[in-house]
């Protein structure tokens, strides 16, 4: 590739999580295919159930959200991979994401000893969001974050009565108005206002390896990527689409104190705290 390409055969080294240190803090996003598959999603779980320290989990669930809506007749629309969220569709990611997918995850947790508890953001007024502006499109009650969106002191609260949170994707305004967030960003940022508090490690689990050369092998993961070989991997269209918003993300976070990104196979996360090396990890 390009002169910014980090060495791909570079050893990432330990990952160092839960070594010793009781500040350190897992953030893991879980993506929706996996989510969709009862199977794999329930081995996920068990894997996040076996991982020592705190941690902190969260998902969304628009597939599921938008069977459901067209069970209820409400109509699905979609711009740029981004779901209008009008009245109606609030409703209904309420009840989905909340509700549905929210609390059989929790259940499953308790299943494996996890004492987790489910959580929007306006619960505790952990997360706060204002209404997405309209630009060219208008996307409804849709959230988006500000930098002080994350009430740390009462998730820390919540972890040291050993509590596990389970975010799913709603955020509030902090006066009666709940919102759709997306869920990459509401890791991000819970990754960021709580490195203030612990040595955060935000990891987005989905069905792949990692961030790939080529999308259609899964043996082409790229292992490091820094602020400078994003660009470069952006122009020449290897990283796009639905990647792009959650490698933006992770990069922001870093630039702003979150400790490591990595982004891999949630079949993998096992292995997270015992091998060198998990997916792609993402760099200054």
């Known amino acids: 590739m390009g002169k910014n390409n980090p060495q791909d055969k570079l050893d990432h080294g330990s990952l160092s999580f839960g070594e010793g240190r009781g500040e350190a803090l897992y953030i893991i996003k879980i993506g929706g295919n996996v989510i969709d598959n009862p199977i794999q999603l329930a081995q996920f779980l068990k894997d996040f159930a ?35 969220t009008d009245a109606a569709m609030l409703d209904v990611v309420t009840m989905v994401y909340g509700g549905l997918v ?11 000893q996890v ?51 389970v975010f799913n994707a709603l955020t509030h305004d902090g006066n009666g108005q709940l919102f759709n967030t997306n869920a990459d960003t509401i890791a991000s940022a819970l990754a960021l206002g709580l490195s203030s508090l612990y040595e955060t490690k935000l990891i987005y689990c989905f069905e792949k390896n990692g961030v790939m050369r080529d999308i259609n092998d899964d043996n082409s993961v790229i292992q490091e990527i820094n602020p400078s070989y994003f660009e470069e991997l952006k122009a020449d269209g290897i990283i796009a689409d639905g990647m792009l918003p959650k490698l933006q993300n992770a990069f922001d976070a870093i630039q702003n104190g979150v400790k490591e990104v990595y982004i891999g196979h949630a079949a993998k996360l096992a292995a997270l705290q015992k091998e060198s090396i998990f997916g792609t990890r993402l760099t200054k």
């Not at 007749?73 to 981004?82: E, L, P, S, Y």
């Not at 929210?102 to 494996?112: E, H």
């Not at 004492?115 to 988006?144: E, H, L, Q, S």
């Open 115 to 165: 004492n987790a508890i489910g959580m929007t953001g306006a619960d505790a007024n952990a997360i706060k969001a204002v209404k997405r502006p309209v630009k060219d499109v208008d996307f409804g009650f849709v959230g988006d974050l500000l930098p002080d969106a994350v009430n740390a002191n009462i998730i820390k609260t919540l972890l040291e009565a050993g509590l596990v949170p």
């Open 50 to 84: 076996g991982l020592s320290g705190a941690k902190i989990l969260i998902h969304g669930g628009g597939k599921i959200a938008t069977q459901t809506a067209a069970k209820l007749g409400v109509q699905t629309q979609m711009v740029n991979g981004r779901r209008i």
């Open 102 to 112: 929210n609390k059989n995850i929790v259940a499953q947790l308790q299943a494996n």
